[in-house]
Nanobody, 113 residues
């Protein structure tokens, strides 16, 4: 059974930083593309960033230059470092195994102005 457990969400003021973590189990983590999605209230789900097994990354235009996705295959963990946070980054952030139906439970990020 695949499990993805996110942590690191919280409340922060605009301009602040947060680091999300997602610990995976039940999969051969190192071979999968991993990603972070988010869903803001009243909005569609948005793909924030992905990272391939080899470390190649893709970012949504809205977070380029501010967010960094990384992975530690030895720890079966993917991270999302979020800097220069804006109120519009407020959302529930979900970790996912890209190309599968495996998702975490989500972690709330709230950015106040």
């Amino acid at each position: 059974q695949v499990q993805l457990v996110e942590s690191g969400g919280g409340s922060v003021q605009a301009g602040g930083s947060l680091r999300l973590s997602c610990a995976a189990s039940g999969i051969r983590f190192s071979i999968f593309v991993m990603g972070w999605y988010r869903r803001a209230p009243g909005k569609e789900r948005e793909l924030v960033a992905t990272i391939s097994s080899g470390g190649s990354t893709i970012y949504a235009d809205s977070v380029k230059g501010r967010f960094t996705i990384s992975r530690d295959n030895a720890k079966n963990t993917v991270y999302l470092q979020m800097n220069s946070l804006k109120p519009e980054d407020t959302a529930v952030y979900y970790c996912a195994v890209i190309g599968t139906n495996n998702w975490g439970q989500g972690t709330q990020v709230t950015v106040s102005s």
